[in-house]
């Protein structure tokens, strides 16, 4: 990394306690790039990806936002609207990305936290990994209280991420996160442990 600070990435499956993650690194004075922050913002009022996606299909910006469902539907009937969106928006997402590290690059520590870290080849752009996990049935019971998804469309999202014990064992670093208390415990440990070698 050409950057003075180093950069860890955070990811984890869905249920795994990621956001919480994320932001015990925030409390303890750590910047956080969110992946999924930075796509909302594209596709929020005056969104920077608004005018690539209504020039792929009128019907994904329906008052001065992305409409999500619109994609959503347009991608289950065809597949390479999907390659088409991504096409438009990554480019944006990265240059958020870099945006940010350049903004922090005096911070000695930063995190990436990106969702699809492994499967989108985005730990080429850190310094380390740190992947969070749960046991499956912790992870089941914390997405289904939700009350947003159905068993079903769980499923569909496990398998679009890489599985868990391969992202652990592609790791730098693993914090488990059964409780509040245990997780910001090992956060914080990590915190310490990285500004005391990269500072």
Known sequence: MTNRCFVLGLTGSIGMGKSTTAQMFRDLGVPVWDAD?????????DGGALAALAAIDPSFVRQGIADRDAMKQAISDDSAVLAAIEK???PLVRASR???LRENRTAGLVVLDIPLL???GAEDQVDAVLVVTAPEDVQYDRVMARG???PDMF???RAKQLPDDEKRQR???VIETLT????KADVTSLVEELRAKHA
């Open 171 to 173: 790791a730098d670093y």
């Open 148 to 150: 947003t998804m159905t």
């Open 98 to 100: 870099v945006g940010f």
């Open 37 to 45: 922050q930075a796509v909302a913002v594209l596709y929020g009022p």
């Open 88 to 90: 438009a928006v990554h």
């Open 118 to 120: 492994f499967e989108t």
């Open 155 to 157: 499923k569909a999202i």
């Open 180 to 183: 509040l208390e245990g997780t």
